[in-house]
Nanobody, 125 residues
Framework: QVQLVESGGGLVQAGGSLRLSCAFS????????MAWFRRAPGKEREFVAAISWSSGTTYDSVAAKGRFTISRDNAENTVYLQMNSMKVEDTAVYYC??????????????????WGQGIQVTVSS
């Protein structure tokens, strides 16, 4: 079975940076669009960013644009989220997700078939 395991979370001061990693295992990494979602306390899960398999095209939420960068290392079956200039409102549990590369809509959670357990990111002021 597919397993997604996030790592790299923790506590960071506003303005600082964190890099999240998501390791994919159980099936071939090929063909999957990978995405990051997050759920802030008391809020619904929201889309952060995604990256395609076929083209490497990236998709960013408004909140992420200009600050966060999603990337993937296909040789290592790993997807990353580099988060810079972090804000208190970035505090959330971050989830890695995988789904068919052709599936739409890109930015909604029901599009994705596999999910990691989530990892806490806390930004302090």
């Amino acid at each position: 079975q597919v397993q997604l395991v996030e790592s790299g979370g923790g506590l960071v001061q506003a303005g600082g940076s964190l890099r999240l990693s998501c390791a994919f295992s159980g099936r071939t990494f090929s063909g999957y669009r990978m995405a990051w979602f997050r759920r802030a306390p008391g809020k619904e899960r929201e889309f952060v960013a995604a990256i395609s398999w076929s083209s490497g095209t990236t998709y960013d939420s408004v909140a992420a644009k200009g600050r966060f960068t999603i990337s993937r290392d296909n040789a290592e079956n790993t997807v990353y989220l580099q988060m810079n200039s972090m804000k208190v409102e970035d505090t959330a549990v971050y989830y890695c997700a995988a789904g068919p590369d052709s599936s739409v809509p890109i930015a909604v959670d029901r599009t994705y078939d596999y999910w990691g357990q989530g990892i806490q990111v806390t930004v302090s002021s």
